[in-house]
């Protein structure tokens, strides 16, 4: 981290591909990178993370400047890029590796993504069950280079959802 106040949020949507674009295009969001959270392995690649097998979620980590945006928007941004309603799948992508999951780094970031979660079961937004996880944030590992900022790169600004 660049600067000692930026503060890091971690977030598996889907295709980390559309979901890292969505963050990288955010005010305050400073840093951006794809890679693969939740799992068992150590250091990860690509075609063990598709395997599922290893736990792993596609995840994007974001570093962010806390006098620019907050987390609370970051977590705004999370739930509109993605369908928290659907298990292990977005889209085409089917696997666990694929889940909606948001994981946090502390305590006030853990709070702030269970009272995200309260407000829209109850009001009414998505007509079915939430299935998002909440976990404290693990080990992070950055996917292999051709995958970070994939749909920048290659003149794309979305992925399929």
């Known amino acids: 981290m660049a600067n000692k106040k930026w503060q890091i949020a971690t977030f598996g949507a ?3 591909w559309g979901v890292e674009e969505t963050f990288r295009k955010l005010k305050g969001v400073k840093e951006s990178m794809v890679g693969y959270c939740g799992g068992m392995l150590d250091n ?3 075609e063990d993370v598709c395997s ?3 736990g792993h979620a596609e995840s994007v980590q974001v570093t962010f400047d806390p006098n620019e945006t907050t987390y609370e928007q970051l977590l705004e941004a999370f739930w509109h890029c993605h369908n928290p309603m659907s298990l292990n799948r977005q ?3 089917v696997g666990t590796q694929y889940r909606s999951v948001i994981f946090y780094h502390n ?3 853990k709070s702030a993504a269970e009272k995200s979660k309260q407000v829209l079961e109850k009001n009414g937004k998505y007509p079915n069950k939430i299935v998002t996880q ?3 944030a693990v080990t992070f590992y950055r ?3 051709y995958h970070q900022q994939y ?3 290659r003149g794309s600004g979305a992925c399929h959802y």
């Open 14 to 16: 889907g295709c980390f």
């Open 44 to 46: 990860p690649t690509y």
């Open 52 to 54: 599922g097998i290893t």
């Open 91 to 93: 889209g085409p992508d």
């Open 107 to 109: 305590a006030e970031q």
């Open 134 to 136: 909440i976990v404290p």
């Open 143 to 145: 996917a292999e280079e």
């Open 151 to 153: 749909l920048s790169k």
